[in-house]
């Protein structure tokens, strides 16, 4: 106790003095005894001082308006100096910003250098982020396994699940002793697919085979030459299914680890979905949409999540910028979404602020990110048409007729899950920039 406060004495001091390591430390601790202010000023100090885990703090506070007010382009400028120097975490959403064109000027191939900065300074995530997007793009198959080893090896879990699933479907040369001892570590960081897994193995765990790989050596022109712009992926062929509501379904818009990836990614950020109350206008529960939910905004995502979410509007025939966020569903059994509309309705005075913000919501494109669940099907209540589709597979369904006006074929339903847990990427299109 004596010791602790000795301690804090000494951080105080050096946090005056003007230790940017010790304002940020003391920042921490004033944020989570409530005083924000102070913490505030403290977090400002250090990032001046060009600490790079309080320019991103601060950056994140700022994209949120947390304690400080909202500003995209303020939060771009504090990460922009990080990102150069291949701090990671600044990299990963300074990345995300230009991608998206938040707070900065729409620049993929700037994206690209900030994670291939990191690449080359060795981190193992930007490895991993890397790897992603080459499986996103279906290309360099060598190259993106090289990726996945070098960050696995780096004891990047993420990576590791990856190949341990490829090897549980004889893809990979990985030993069982190595797949077993990659399931025991990311078992303890609580990685969901790890527990799936680890029971599939029957080897022993065999740390002694965990050495570290090189990472590939790739130039940044060869990454831009072989990643293009998301939105302008081509798609995978679709299916018209469908005139009223029009319907199409794409097969395999997403590969197995991407999918999975949304389901690592969006598990610990889940909370009840929630309904504005048509009364009140508050958010609440209701059991008619009842399932888990989370929407990725910039902070949240990397270049992977977002490239996932540009390649649905690619699917939804609309540019990046048109989407809303991605939101990520999951339904445990009794679970289900009530027949709704997605389009935006107008109040009883025909206003609606949303309407006005970024037009109506034209289209709705679902990734199923699984497969192993019963019940769940999404059913167009009038027509009776439902789909399920099988993991990566895409629907895509107008809300509104040619003349924009709401096509009431469009009602539709998540049906109850039944057995095992669905896991849903949903994006809202909208007819003009989203702007939040
Ligand atoms: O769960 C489903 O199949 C439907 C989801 C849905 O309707 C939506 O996200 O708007
Ligand atoms: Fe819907």
Not at 194 to 208: C, G, K, L, N, V
Not at 346 to 352: I, Q, S, T, V
Request: with cysteine; aromatic share 6%; glycine share 6%.
């Amino acid at each position: 106790m004596e010791q602790q406060a000795v301690d804090m004495q000494a951080l105080a001091t050096a946090a005056k003095a003007g230790d940017p390591d010790a304002q940020y430390k003391m920042a921490a601790i004033l944020s989570g005894e409530g005083h924000r202010e102070q913490s505030v000023a403290l977090l400002k100090k250090a990032a001046a001082n060009g600490h790079a885990d309080a320019r991103y703090t601060l950056a994140t506070s700022t994209l949120l308006g947390l304690n400080v007010p909202r500003n995209p382009e303020h939060a771009a400028n504090i990460l922009a100096p990080t990102a150069a120097k291949g701090h990671l975490a600044s990299a990963r959403l300074y990345a995300v910003l230009q991608a998206m064109g938040h707070g900065c000027e729409k620049n993929w191939p700037a994206a690209i250098n900030n994670v291939m900065t990191t690449v080359q300074e060795g981190h193992a995530g930007a490895c991993r982020d890397l790897a992603l997007l080459l499986i996103l793009y279906r290309t360099q198959d060598d190259l993106s396994l090289q990726l996945l080893m070098a960050a696995a090896s780096r004891k990047d879990i993420i990576s590791a699940m990856i190949l341990v699933e490829r090897f549980l479907h004889g893809e990979t040369l990985l030993t069982p002793g190595l797949a077993k001892a990659w399931c025991a570590h990311a078992k303890q960081m609580g990685h969901p697919l790890a527990f799936q897994f680890e029971p599939q193995i029957s080897a022993e765990p065999d740390f002694s085979e965990v050495a570290v790989t090189d990472i590939p050596d790739i130039t940044t022109d060869d990454i831009k030459a072989l990643l293009a712009e998301p939105d302008s992926l081509p798609v995978p062929d679709a299916t018209y299914v469908l005139d009223r509501p029009r319907v199409k379904t794409i097969k395999g818009l997403f590969p197995r680890e991407i999918c999975n990836y949304l389901i690592a990614q969006s598990a610990p950020r889940l909370a009840p979905a929630r309904i504005i109350d048509p009364q009140t206008g508050a958010l609440r529960e209701d059991p008619y949409r009842k399932s888990y939910t989370v929407t990725l905004w910039p902070v949240d995502m990397d270049i992977v999540l977002f490239a996932a979410g540009a390649i649905m509007c690619a699917a939804g025939d609309a540019p990046s910028d048109h989407g809303e966020m991605t939101s990520i569903l999951a339904y445990e059994p009794g679970m289900q979404y009530g027949a709704h509309y997605d389009c935006l309705i107008p109040d009883a005075e025909g206003k609606n602020p949303e309407l006005e913000r970024s037009g109506q919501r034209p289209r709705t494109v679902l990734v199923y990110l699984n497969q192993e669940y019963d019940g769940g099907e999404t059913r167009f209540v009038r027509s009776e048409y439902q789909y399920k589709g099988e993991t990566g597979d895409a629907i895509v369904f107008d809300n509104v007729l040619d003349d924009g006006t709401i096509d009431e074929q469009s009602l539709h339903e998540g049906c109850p899950v039944t057995g095992g847990v669905k896991w849903l990427a949903s994006k809202w299109i909208r007819e003009k920039t989203y702007q939040f």
